[in-house]
């Protein structure tokens, strides 16, 4: 469904921040994309949802297809009507706006012929907007507004959601019930690329997971695997105080030896 090719983005014509970039998401599946802070994630998200430009970025080289087309330098609202739709980091939501008029917002690249079958799967998907569905979006919890986003984005009925860190500042509790509902919204039918740093969230849902440094892919693999691996354990889930010196993800000899096990 998306390639992305050997991608390269320049930011303000001087910042190479991917250098290189391949990924694919499949159809109907849960892509992870995971990366510690600064590794270019939302710049990937940029790059395929079109929003590059806004924040000085240019793509250099390289390409990326959705459905067979080449979308590299089409606008950003062509993507979103190609059924491309992203929540961006942080519930980038309008505060002063009821979550209806949200949602409603969420739709305008529709032609409105299937607002009411959205708007009913988005309030069965998440009954606590149904229940505050007059409410000003702004006074709701982080939560809350995070489920706003990504219903929102879901009004548009995208064959490919992209979610930038969707768990970021959630309660355990609710970061369970987020990754129920991306299972859900999966199992309609939407292929998800997730970006997170919580990698163990983010590998106990996906078909397939990536891991990014500093602009480049260092690993990617079956999902079950990655979570096994030493690295992933060490960087994401803190888990590895065996005190032994810290394999990098940058060690190309390393990685090649991992990918081999991974495939
Ligand atoms: P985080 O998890 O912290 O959000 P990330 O993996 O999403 O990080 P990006 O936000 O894509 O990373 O940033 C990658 C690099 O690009 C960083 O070094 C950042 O400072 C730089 N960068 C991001 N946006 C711009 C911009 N508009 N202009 C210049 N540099 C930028």
């Given at each position: 469904m998306l390639t992305v090719e050997n991608l390269e983005v320049v930011y303000n014509d001087v910042v190479l921040v991917l250098r290189g970039l391949s990924l694919e998401v499949g159809d109907g599946q849960i892509v992870a994309l995971l990366g510690a802070n600064g590794a270019g994630k939302t710049t990937t998200m940029r790059a395929i949802s079109g929003l590059l430009e806004v924040h000085?970025?240019?793509?250099t080289k390289g390409s990326i297809h959705f459905g067979g087309t080449?979308?590299?330098?089409?606008d950003p609202s062509v993507r979103v009507k190609m059924g491309i739709s992203q929540v961006m980091e942080g519930r980038r939501i309008f505060a002063e706006l009821t979550v209806d008029e949200n949602l409603t917002a969420g739709a305008y690249t529709t032609d409105g012929k299937d607002f009411d079958r959205q708007y009913d799967r988005v309030m069965t998907l998440f009954p606590r907007l149904a229940e505050r569905h007059k409410s000003v979006a702004g006074y709701m919890s982080g939560g809350e507004q995070q489920m706003l986003a990504i219903g929102r984005a879901l009004m548009q009925d995208p064959e490919l959601l992209i979610l930038d860190e969707p768990s970021l500042g959630l309660a355990p509790k609710l970061v369970q019930q987020m990754k129920e509902i991306i299972v859900e919204i999966n199992g309609h039918g939407t292929s998800v690329l997730l970006i997170e740093q919580n990698a163990n969230m983010a590998l106990s849902i996906a078909h397939h997971g990536y891991v990014m440094e500093t602009g480049k892919l260092v690993m990617d693999g079956d999902p079950k695997k990655l979570l096994k691996d030493e690295d992933v354990q060490e960087f994401y889930l803190g888990l590895r105080s065996d005190g032994g010196e810290r394999k990098s993800f940058r060690d190309v000899k390393h990685y090649k030896r991992r990918k081999r096990w991974l495939s």
């Open positions: 000085e970025g240019d793509i080449d979308i590299t330098h089409l």
